[in-house]
């Protein structure tokens, strides 16, 4: 079965020595379960070069022709209302500032970010076209106009406000066909092949990005202890890492359900993942068939792949569904319920908190609060940067699932009108108290470029479980007084803070949070004025990465000529940027060979951390098929 298609296209119309033109060595991806052959025999002496330095990083740009009239100059603001810290007064302003939605158990405190009410009324004009832009948005309004797609998270939680029927209708079969899909492959009615176990044990979920970060993030939030299908990842390319994951599952791979989470179908960390998973699954005399599910957009490449196949079951990712909002689709929920995890009551958060964030008052608006917040902080340019520290194990990678929502969304080099505007919010953070003891000395002391966001969980530990670890003290009350101090010390030194509190650790408080997020980045994103909904950014890595590889299949071919030949020619550098017609990119071709030499796929005649500028370099064996191809 030949699904293989075309991704980026070569970018060099050169035509390298050995005859190949660089347009029939673009790189293609495919689904395809037949395993790549292996070109090198595993004789092949192991020989090795010295490991590489990265790139230096690329310099920001530091001058923006940003459109200023635009923005509220908050520094006037802050230095007409210099932070409160009168302990008294501070109580009275938490009491004035506090949001709290008491159906849900989750309070927004913003007391410590120095907001006057006069910037409020400022900000008015703006929150309110951001209003009236979510309004539109939810009522299917092309929100994210480059791509023109309709932008529907949302509906996915409340699917009655989905702009037609038949998406209402889509959005209620998936729910009910996934539901139905988890139970029964956890009650066992749904079996893997004959094999010692007699339901599934395991679910390995391939995919990156928004389709790796929130099954991720809940998995560690809301897991059983004993789930009835225990979960892992692989949400990269890399082979050792890959590898690793394979040897945990062991036996079990036998007993594991595989999904597949990719909303394009083709992005090329996932596609690899699946191929590696698949040689496992050929090697132990496996049917991956039987065992693979695939969510992604119907008729993608890797839909068009499990429905050959014959895999096990498909679920649809919507058009209009963003990878990092896919959370409440069958991304996040499927993975979620063969844990155990109550997804009904994620979906019910998700929808009580659209319902507070749909209120048009900022102060009245826990969403709108934290863009306000962010603006003000970041001085609406992203000056600062916003530091996550959940003080809870079970939420460490809540930071992360924020970074790629928070950053993917807002990170963006041109606003809606096209000016360069270079936006963006920086995330990182991991968990408190942990983090006490890394980074927050610099936090306190050190140069003052972030704001804080806490997030406290109040109940410790499920009731019955707690006791004194010396009079009238618990382990919980540390970590407590561990959140409180921090805060205090660090707004002490005029270092601002937001804390979000939530009762515990539930289904429907996760639920809740996410779609926090995601309104707040909505929200935020229309006051300044950006389109939240693409990434064009990403793609400029992804086409470099594919002329790397279109490059190293030139170097590859010029190579194998030049070992052919009688005696065997070894080339030097520029020798083969030369007959690659590449000579701009000997850089990248030293990169190249230093990689392959390593992975023993290459000789360099010198031997082992050879010279840059002396190298030469052969095949060790002339790939005769390779020659006419
Ligand atoms: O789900 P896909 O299409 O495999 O994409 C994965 C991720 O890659 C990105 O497109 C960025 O490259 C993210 O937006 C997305 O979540």
């Known amino acids: 079965?030949?699904?293989?298609?075309?991704?980026?296209?070569?970018?060099?119309?050169?035509?390298?020595?050995?005859?190949?033109?660089?347009?029939?060595?673009?790189?293609?991806?495919?689904?395809?379960?037949?395993?790549?052959?292996?070109?090198?025999?595993?004789?092949?002496?192991?020989?090795?070069?010295?490991?590489?330095?990265?790139?230096?990083?690329?310099?920001?740009?530091?001058?923006?022709?940003?459109?200023?009239?635009?923005?509220?100059?908050?520094?006037?603001?802050?230095?007409?209302?210099?932070?409160?810290?009168?302990?008294?007064?501070?109580?009275?302003?938490?009491?004035?500032?506090?949001?709290?939605?008491?159906?849900?158990?989750?309070?927004?405190?913003?007391?410590?970010?120095?907001?006057?009410?006069?910037?409020?009324?400022?900000?008015?004009?703006?929150?309110?076209?951001?209003?009236?832009?979510?309004?539109?948005?939810?009522?299917?309004?092309?929100?994210?106009?480059?791509?023109?797609?309709?932008?529907?998270?949302?509906?996915?939680?409340k699917p009655e406000l989905a702009p037609t029927a038949f998406l209402k209708k889509q959005i209620e079969d998936t729910l009910e066909r996934l539901s139905v899909f988890a139970a029964d492959v956890v009650s066992g009615k749904i079996k893997p092949p004959p094999c010692p176990a007699e339901r599934f044990t395991q679910v390995l979920s391939v995919g990156i990005g928004g389709s790796a970060l929130g099954p991720q993030f809940v998995a560690e939030a809301l897991a059983p202890d004993n789930p009835p299908l225990k979960i892992r990842f692989i949400d990269n390319t890399d082979p050792a890492g890959i590898d690793h994951q394979i040897a945990q599952l062991g036996p079990e791979l036998s007993s594991t359900l595989i999904i597949v989470i990719s909303k394009s179908g083709g992005t090329p960390e996932t596609r690899n993942g699946l191929l590696e998973v698949q040689k496992a699954f050929r090697e132990k005399g496996l049917d991956f068939s039987k065992q693979g599910v695939a969510i992604t957009q119907e008729n993608s490449l890797l839909d068009n792949t499990a429905r050959i196949e014959g895999w096990l079951a498909r679920f649809p990712m919507f058009d209009w569904v963003g990878g990092r909002t896919s959370e409440m689709s069958a991304v996040g929920l499927l993975p979620a319920a063969l844990q155990g995890i109550d997804i009904k009551e994620m979906l019910t958060g998700a929808a009580i908190m659209?319902?507070?964030?749909?209120?048009?008052?900022?102060?009245?608006?826990?969403?709108?609060?934290?863009?306000?917040?962010?603006?003000?902080?970041?001085?609406?340019v992203g000056s600062k940067d916003m530091v996550v520290l959940p003080y809870k194990d079970s939420l460490l990678l809540f930071s992360r699932y924020l970074q790629q929502l928070v950053?993917?969304?807002?990170?963006?080099?041109?606003?809606?009108?096209?000016?360069?505007?270079?936006?963006?919010?920086?995330?990182?953070?991991?968990?408190?108290?942990?983090?006490?003891?890394?980074?927050?000395?610099?936090?306190?002391?050190?140069?003052?470029?972030?704001?804080?966001?806490?997030?406290?969980?109040?109940?410790?530990?499920?009731?019955?479980?707690?006791?004194?670890?010396?009079?009238?003290?618990?382990?919980?009350?540390?970590?407590?007084?561990?959140?409180?101090?921090?805060?205090?010390?660090?707004?002490?030194?005029?270092?601002?803070?937001?804390?979000?509190?939530?009762?515990?650790?539930?289904?429907?408080?996760?639920?809740?949070?996410?779609?926090?997020?995601?309104?707040?980045?909505?929200?935020?994103?229309?006051?300044?004025?950006?389109?939240?909904?693409?990434?064009?950014?990403?793609?400029?890595?992804?086409?470099?990465?594919?002329?790397?590889?279109?490059?190293?299949?030139?170097?590859?071919?010029?190579?194998?000529d030049a070992s052919c030949k009688d005696p065997v020619e070894a080339l030097t550098l520029e020798k083969i940027a030369e007959r690659c017609h590449s000579t701009q990119q000997i850089e990248m071709i030293y990169k190249i060979i230093s990689h392959m030499a390593s992975n023993d796929r290459l000789i360099i005649a010198e031997g082992l951390c050879g010279s840059p500028k002396s190298m030469e370099i052969f095949t060790g064996e002339c790939n005769v098929e390779a020659l006419y191809e």
């Open 354 to 380: 659209d319902e507070a964030t749909r209120v048009r008052s900022i102060k009245q608006n826990p969403a709108a609060l934290l863009a306000l917040c962010w603006y003000w902080a970041s001085d609406g």
């Open 407 to 560: 950053m993917e969304s807002l990170g963006k080099e041109f606003d809606l009108a096209g000016n360069v505007v270079n936006q963006g919010l920086s995330v990182y953070g991991n968990k408190g108290s942990t983090d006490q003891h890394a980074y927050i000395q610099q936090l306190r002391e050190g140069v003052p470029n972030f704001f804080a966001t806490f997030i406290e969980v109040l109940r410790d530990r499920p009731p019955g479980h707690d006791w004194e670890l010396e009079p009238g003290v618990t382990c919980g009350d540390y970590l407590f007084g561990m959140l409180q101090g921090t805060r205090s010390a660090l707004y002490a030194n005029k270092r601002e803070s937001i804390t979000v509190t939530i009762e515990e650790v539930t289904p429907r408080l996760v639920g809740a949070l996410i779609a926090l997020y995601e309104r707040a980045v909505g929200l935020y994103a229309s006051v300044i004025n950006i389109n939240a909904y693409h990434q064009p950014g990403v793609e400029a890595g992804k086409k470099a990465a594919a002329e790397v590889l279109a490059l190293q299949k030139r170097v590859l071919a010029v190579l194998n």
């Open 1 to 157: 079965m030949a699904m293989a298609t075309t991704v980026h296209p070569c970018s060099t119309s050169s035509t390298c020595a050995a005859g190949v033109s660089p347009s029939s060595h673009s790189t293609t991806l495919s689904f395809s379960s037949l395993a790549p052959t292996r070109r090198y025999p595993s004789s092949f002496p192991n020989r090795r070069t010295p490991i590489l330095s990265l790139c230096s990083p690329l310099q920001a740009n530091a001058v923006s022709s940003r459109t200023s009239e635009a923005l509220v100059d908050v520094a006037a603001f802050k230095a007409k209302a210099p932070l409160e810290t009168d302990p008294i007064r501070l109580w009275h302003r938490y009491l004035d500032w506090v949001y709290q939605h008491k159906g849900l158990g989750l309070s927004v405190d913003v007391s410590r970010i120095g907001l006057s009410d006069e910037f409020v009324s400022e900000m008015e004009a703006k929150f309110s076209k951001a209003f009236s832009d979510m309004a539109e948005l939810e009522g299917g309004a092309i929100s994210n106009p480059d791509e023109k797609r309709m932008v529907g998270h949302y509906w996915l939680r």
